[in-house]
């Protein structure tokens, strides 16, 4: 699994360090959260594992056995307490196509000491046992195909994916293609070159922030509710179920498409084909196709990565799988600054298990139009104050229908205005959204004030300011809504109200949850940004509805100012 291990450039005489994870999930957590051993499993799981202390062991002493937080779930770990230096570097003999062009930023031979550098590590080999990994059968060869299939339909763009069990791991079996906006829906084109991105799937770009106008779509957030941007372990799980990492390349790849005599077996399925690479860099400054290595080359992302910070920023160095027509083997190796590169993505389900049919999404049928309502409702009312809310059931949630408007210390209406209180609901700060001072309930006390010292362990579901027997939902939760109403690329329409949007980004409402705007841009009320409940003290999670038909989970700093969608606890 995850292994850390921290390099200071120079000594720095530190009482505590502020660790940064790279999962997408977090940042600015303090090494010392976590105890060094816990009684049992039960007083190991009051401390959420998430991605801020992704990385972290702690030893339970009852199953005299160390636990490992790998960014969603403890799980065993065959590592020492303490945790061993290790170097980063991929031993393989592979060739890696930026391995001399990495940035001043993140060439660890010319950076220049300084006292206010800290650089993060996660191994690119962690401590996954052979032994603890259910090895795959070889399920195909040239005249027979045995694998175990299933499919996944991705609502967000009506597509399915056909889906290969390798091991005790549910797989795509070929390459994500959710549009991004550079390409139609079969090809891309740049350059000046064609690329079939109906055999080879789009190209993604790594990053912590989705961004719906950009060229490329970003790979940690790309994967359909359900599954995911698969981490190092789940790389690593794959090539030890298929015999190891130094044939794993033999048995992953396609058994056509490859030059130069570099096929593989296909022995387990995942087929996967050489669609090389897009190198930004040299498609803006050599004005020349950025599609590269086509039929020679494939590189998946990995979801974990490495991070350096300054005094002034932090740069990520994600990890990707490389697979080489010259190569057997597969090497799961660091990259160069996310910017200059964008790879292929195919995503895991963790919680498929022996499902045939994987796909966890679960659609929901409109309720309203123009002529008609035929949603279910209910009502809330707020003991505190006694407002009362109009609800609506989605699905199988029930959610506020309106926006919360309870008054408490930072909150504010939007314009300083009480008549947009009644109408926006009241916007809060992150420490106000998670009732940081823990005066409703004890289950987030300490989350969400930036520079907050208090060890934020949130318990589920965090009711937060939310009138008793509601929550704020988390990004399970969200997504579950995103799913339910067609998935990421159209839920912005679906859930928008018809009016009140600046013009030409009314949404049809078709679910009845009547997200109102409350951000502005120089042409009007454009955006909406809900506060969720999981994130670390300086950044916060929320869910963003824009303009257009867009809706996703994105991250925002701790002392923005944001409405509240409060969901009944379940029953």
């Known amino acids: 699994m995850h292994k850390f291990f921290v390099a200071a450039l120079t000594f720095v005489s530190v009482i505590s360090l502020t660790l940064s994870a790279c999962s997408g999930k977090g940042d600015a957590v303090n090494v010392d959260t976590l105890p060094a051993e816990v009684a049992d499993k039960a007083e190991l799981e009051s401390y959420e594992c998430n991605a801020d202390v992704i990385g972290e062991k702690v030893y339970v002493k009852d199953l005299k056995m160390n636990y490992e937080c790998d960014g969603e779930d403890w799980f065993e770990s065959n590592s020492k307490n303490e945790p061993e230096s290790s170097s980063a570097n991929s031993s393989s003999s592979m060739r890696d196509p930026d391995e001399n062009s990495v940035s001043s930023e993140g060439d660890e031979s010319s950076e220049q000491s300084s006292s206010s550098d800290i650089y993060i590590e996660i191994s690119s080999f962690s401590e996954v046992s052979s032994s603890s990994v259910v090895m795959a059968v070889p399920c195909k060869t040239e005249t027979e195909d045995n694998c175990e299939y299933g499919s996944l339909y991705d609502p967000r763009d009506g597509r399915t994916y056909k889906t290969v069990k390798i091991g005790e791991q549910w797989w795509m079996a070929e390459n994500l293609r959710l549009d991004t906006n550079y390409t139609d829906a079969d090809s891309c084109y740049a350059g000046g070159k064609w690329y079939d991105c109906a055999k080879y799937g789009k190209f993604y770009e790594w990053s912590l922030h989705y961004d719906p106008?950009?060229?490329?779509?970003?790979?940690?957030?790309?994967?359909?509710?359900?599954?995911?941007?698969?981490?190092?372990?789940?790389?690593?799980?794959?090539?030890?179920?298929?015999?190891?990492?130094?044939?794993?390349?033999?048995?992953?790849?396609?058994?056509?498409?490859?030059?130069?005599?570099?096929?593989?077996?296909?022995?387990?399925g995942f087929s996967a084909l050489p669609g090389g690479y897009v190198d930004v860099d040299d498609a803006a400054w050599h004005r020349s196709s950025p599609f590269d290595r086509v039929g020679t080359i494939e590189m998946f992302w990995s979801q974990s990565c490495e991070t350096k910070k300054d005094s002034y920023r932090t740069y990520y160095y994600p990890y990707r799988l490389i697979l080489d027509k010259e190569f057997d083997e597969a090497d799961l190796k660091r990259g160069d600054l996310a910017a200059n590169y964008r790879y292929h993505v195919r995503c895991i389900c963790e919680e498929c298990q022996n499902e045939q049919n994987s796909n966890l999404a679960v659609k929901v049928a409109p309720c309203k139009s123009e002529s008609e309502d035929n949603c279910e409702y209910g009502t809330l009312v707020d003991n505190r104050d006694g407002r009362t809310y109009k609800t609506v059931k989605i699905g199988e949630q029930w959610w506020m229908a309106e926006n919360l408007n309870f008054e408490v210390e930072w909150s504010a209406c939007l314009d300083k205005s009480d008549t947009n209180c009644v109408k926006y609901g009241r916007r809060y700060t992150r420490g106000a959204a998670m009732d940081s001072a823990g005066q409703f309930s004890p289950n987030s006390i300490g989350c969400g004030d930036t520079y907050d010292d208090i060890v934020c362990s949130p318990i589920y579901p965090a009711r937060g300011i939310c009138p008793e027997g509601w929550h704020l939902p988390d990004t399970t939760e969200w997504n579950i809504l995103i799913s339910a109403v067609g998935g990421s690329s159209v839920a912005g329409l679906m859930l928008k109200s018809t009016s009140e949007w600046k013009p030409g980004e009314n949404g049809i409402d078709a679910y009845?949850?009547?997200?109102?705007?409350?951000?502005?841009?120089?042409?009007?009320?454009?955006?909406?940004?809900?506060?969720?409940?999981?994130?670390?003290?300086s950044v916060g999670r929320l869910f963003s509805v824009y303009g257009g038909d867009y809706a996703y989970i994105d991250f925002w700093a701790s002392s923005k100012w944001n409405p509240i969608r409060c969901l009944k606890d379940p029953e």
Do not use: H, I, M
Not at 232 to 251: I, S, Y
């Open 512 to 537: 009845s949850f009547s997200a109102l705007p409350s951000g502005t841009d120089d042409d009007g009320l454009s955006f909406v940004r809900f506060w969720l409940s999981k994130g670390g003290q």
């Open 213 to 268: 106008s950009s060229d490329y779509g970003n790979a940690v957030r790309a994967c359909p509710v359900g599954w995911d941007l698969p981490y190092n372990r789940d790389w690593e799980t794959l090539l030890a179920a298929v015999g190891g990492a130094e044939n794993a390349g033999k048995v992953l790849k396609s058994t056509s498409g490859w030059s130069d005599g570099g096929n593989g077996t296909d022995a387990f």
